[in-house]
């Protein structure tokens, strides 16, 4: 695939350009480009067929902010300017010219607000939308001419000749063989007509009308327009000579929280030429004092004078901006008037004094007259909900809802308008709601609604009657069986009269496979009316289920009552036992499935095959529950040890070594050498000065310890078998060490009662 070799180096200096900027952003300044690079780069695109409109995106695809595309526009348009200044008979292309028409370089990307309570400030925030002065309309006759605008001269007819030609910074324009014409200040129909007297001398056929002129705009200059006041966004802003002052207005933000809508000031040399109250466009549409805009033009925001808060049941509540003789008719208006639900007749409004509120109602015929001061809060309240001639009908009827209060209208015609009674109406007993004259509180009348529809007691119905028809399944309380135990879903439903036990296993989803179907048992409430206290509230009933549960066995004959209790016992000896683990040195190790009750470890062992060669069989290792147990197996007279479900058992190998740990110099593992527990002690280098020697104990595999005894000042040591464990533990601290004076007195008269004893004996 072949490049445009222009577009390659664009895109290159594209690149060097984005490069540039994030430096650039870095130290705090946007754009590092010399004016001849910044030139050089809209060249290499124009170069490659792209417009600069088709490079700004092309920037902001690669990453650059609205901000810097604002500022690149800024100085590329004074850069082109300044071009045209200094050589009055550059001709640009129509793409240049739509690029400086354009006025949305000269505002950023709008910030989105909260919703704001003042009226008309939410037009100023609104984003994606522009307010951009019109470009496409025929050259304004009106419109005054300064240094930088083009004039495209044409003539045509008996002569033909197209001049195009730009204003100096002089105020004149070259036409050739008519010499320099001073235009600046002109309007453009000024200008058509200076141009044509000047033109005479050269075409006689405009005089005669041979010849036509016309004379229209090209590319307009940019203008500086400051804006000042209680502004959102102040400044100056360079825009586009067609544009009016509504357009700074928008791009300007609009006025902050405490600026004026209504008296916007256009100032123009030192004097105000114009007021502008902005609230005609808002409210009616309408542009009055549209003023065309000229350089050096300055915009103020003045500090609003007077406002009023409209709320409660108007179209466009909201706080607005009167005028010093506006009435409450004007507010109004500007509010598009009341809701359709308002009380129109009163206006609520709460002012303020010098030390508290005052409030008034204004009448509707004071509307016009009444004029609301500032920090004045107008409401209109709502029409309340009431009906001259209406008749409520709820409950068990077949067209329950309001109805009109005819002549002489009783219950029996206001039935039969209802479509008459819904088959399960309880029509023992209905009644009406009846409001007792300017009483809030209302009566009850009852009826019978059978009767009443027989033609019997009818009663007349008055204004705001509300007639009752209650429901029998409404007033059922609704009763519940409750059904537990071996079936697919424990749960409690609802009672219905003939309902069977097949049928409550049945609507909890039937029983599970280890149901004991021959001793199903239902709890039943005793309905005990004594006034005693009595021992017995249940009565047990034990029922045989088919399984099939098919109707016509012995439980079919006991039909339910209600808050009856079902329970379905599992099967005494239909389930498994649990499994115990079987790991080491057995010929076929695994998880095993206790047979019975009381299975021992040995009847385990002899299941997978007895143990190896190599297997310990006096170390049998078991463990229940996370903790390792203590067993004698295979050791003398064997003992069952009954096995639990969860239980692991581990036969080790044969080891013929012991460990010495704890508080001796070399812990170790040592070789077997017989039962002597010193001999070990001794080949781990003797207990340490913090061992405990009289505390040490023995660790056997299969999980019993052995401690050291002491008699007097005599110890005897634990034998040592193959696979122990001796552990010297440690001294604690400040612990008495050595045999102190009083304990060896003691020993000694011991000893010498003891000679004395048996001397005495002997003779």
Known sequence: MKFNTSLLRFLVLACLLLIQLAGGAQRGNNLNLSDDQLMQLVKQGQSAGMSEADIMNLLVQRGMSATEISALKKRLSGLQGGARVNNPNAIRNADTARFERDSNWVKEVPIPRKPNPYFGYEFFSRTGVSYEPAFNTSTPGNYVLGPGDELNIDVTGMNERSISRVVDRDGRVEIPHAGFLQLNGLSVDAARQRIRSKLLNVYPALASGRTQLNVSLGNVRSIGITVIGEAANPGTYRVSGLSSLF????????????????????????RVVAEIDFYSFLAKGILNNNIRLEDQDVIRFPVYTKRVALSGAVKRPAIYELLEKETLSDLLAYAGGTADSAQETVAKVAQLNQSERRFRDVAQADFAYFIPRNADSVYFEKLQVRFANRIHLQGAVARPGDFELTDNLTVKALLERANGLREDAFTTRAFIRRRNGAETERSLIPF???????????IRLQKDDSVFIASKDNLQVMQVITIAGSVQQPRSVTYHPGMTVEDAILMAG???????LHRVEVSRLVRNEADTLANQLMQVIALQVDSTLQPGGQAAAHTLQPLDHIFVPRLLNYHSLGSVRLRGEVLYPGDYVLERRNETVQELLSRAGGITPLASASNVQVYRNGLRVGTNLFQGKEQAFLLLPSDSVFIPRNDPFVEVMGQVFNPQIVSYQGRRFMSYISAAGGATDGGNLKKAYVQYSNGINRKTRRFLFFRNYPSVRPGSRIIVPEAPLGGRRGVNFLEVSAVTGMLTALISLISVLRN
């Open 247 to 270: 357009n700074i207005l928008y791009l300007a933000g609009g006025p902050t929280t405490n600026g004026s809508l209504r008296r916007i000031e256009l100032i123009r040399g030192n």
């Open 448 to 458: 019978n609604p059978a009767q009443v529809m027989r033609g019997q007691g009818d």
């Open 510 to 516: 039937g029983y599970l496979p280890d149901a004991a």
